[in-house]
C-alpha cells in the first residue's frame, strides 16, 4: 500500500460486511421498543405499568450514564498508567504518530487520541476508548509493549495501534454506540456487534500495518511461547475443528472472533496478498 492508496480508502469500504446490518438491526429493536413503550404509556399506565417498563425508562438513560461512565474510565484507566509522548517512550511513540498520520488522524476532524501505557500483569491487551465528546485515547498493556523490547515484535505492536485506531476512526468509540448494545443484549446479539466491529477494526490493520499480522499468534499462545508456534501446525490444527457447531457457538457467544477466526482471515490475506478479507460471523 502506498501514500497516495491510503488516502483514497474509504471507511466503507474497511468496514466488515456485517458491521452496518447489526447497527440496523439494534435501530430495529430500538425502534420497536420505543413504540411498545409509548403503548403502554398511553393505554395501560393507568392500570398499573408493567413493571419493564420503569426498566425501559431507565434505559432511556444511557446517554446521560455513558456522559459521566466515560470520564471516570478514562481516568480510572489512565492514573495508574504512564502517557507515551514524544519524550516518553519515542520509539513507540513515533510508530504510533507516523501510523495516526497515515490513518487521517491530528486533524480538526479527527484529533490524534492520546496514549496511555498500563501494567498488564500478565495480560495482553488494548483497548481504545472515548474521555469526553470528542477527546479519544488509546491503552496499551505492558506486556504486548514487553513483545516489542524483548522480542523486536514492532510491527506486531503496529499491527494492535492499527487495530485501535480503527476503532476510533471507524467511529466505534463515539457514545451513540453504547446506546445499542443494551438493547440488543435481550436477543444476544449485543456480543456479535461487538464482534463485527473487531473484524472491522482487523481490517483497518490489515490495510494500514499488515507486516504484524501473523505475529497476533502471541495473543493466543502467550509473549514467551509464541516465537515457539509453528503456524503451519496450527493451521493444520484448525482445519479439523473450524466447522464444529462447538466452535461456531463459541464463537457467536464471544465479543471478539475467536482466535481460529481471526487467524484464518490473517493468514488468507497474506496469502492473497490483500486486506480485503472478511472473517466468519458465526
Given amino acids: 500500500m502506498n501514500g497516495s492508496e491510503s488516502k483514497k480508502i474509504s471507511i466503507s469500504n474497511l468496514r466488515y460486511k456485517y458491521e452496518i446490518l447489526m447497527i440496523v438491526v439494534a435501530l430495529i429493536v430500538i425502534f420497536i421498543f420505543l413504540c411498545a413503550l409509548v403503548l403502554f404509556l398511553l393505554f395501560f399506565l393507568g392500570a398499573g405499568a408493567p413493571h419493564w417498563i420503569y426498566g425501559g425508562i431507565l434505559g432511556l438513560m444511557i446517554p446521560v450514564f455513558g456522559f459521566f461512565m466515560i470520564r471516570f474510565m478514562y481516568w480510572n484507566s489512565i492514573s495508574d498508567g504512564v502517557e507515551i509522548t514524544n519524550n516518553q517512550l519515542p520509539e513507540i511513540y513515533n510508530v504510533y504518530y507516523d501510523l495516526a498520520l497515515k490513518m487521517g488522524f491530528n486533524t480538526k476532524k479527527l484529533k490524534l487520541p492520546k496514549l496511555y501505557l498500563v501494567n498488564g500483569n500478565g495480560v495482553m491487551n488494548a483497548f481504545a476508548s472515548k474521555c469526553s465528546l470528542k477527546r479519544r485515547y488509546i491503552v496499551i498493556h505492558s506486556d504486548l509493549l514487553d513483545l516489542a523490547y524483548k522480542f523486536d515484535e514492532i510491527d506486531l505492536i503496529k499491527f494492535i495501534l492499527a487495530h485501535e485506531l480503527g476503532h476510533h476512526k471507524c467511529g466505534h468509540t463515539n457514545i451513540w454506540r453504547m446506546i445499542l448494545s443494551p438493547f440488543l443484549k435481550p436477543l444476544r446479539l449485543d456480543k456479535s456487534l461487538t464482534r463485527s466491529q473487531e473484524y472491522t477494526a482487523d481490517r483497518v490493520a490489515l490495510y494500514y500495518a499488515p507486516e504484524g499480522a501473523m505475529s497476533m499468534i502471541y495473543l493466543f499462545s502467550g509473549k514467551?511461547?509464541?516465537?515457539?508456534?509453528?503456524?503451519?501446525?496450527?493451521?493444520?490444527?484448525?482445519?479439523?475443528?473450524?466447522e464444529s457447531i462447538w466452535l461456531k457457538l463459541s464463537n457467536f457467544l464471544s465479543d471478539h472472533p475467536v482466535g481460529f477466526r481471526r487467524m484464518k482471515v490473517m493468514k488468507q490475506a497474506k496469502e492473497n496478498g490483500t486486506w480485503d478479507v472478511h472473517g466468519k460471523f458465526f
Avoid: A, P, R, T
Fill in 224 to 242: 514467551y511461547m509464541g516465537s515457539k508456534i509453528d503456524l503451519k501446525e496450527y493451521f493444520n490444527s484448525i482445519d479439523l475443528h473450524d
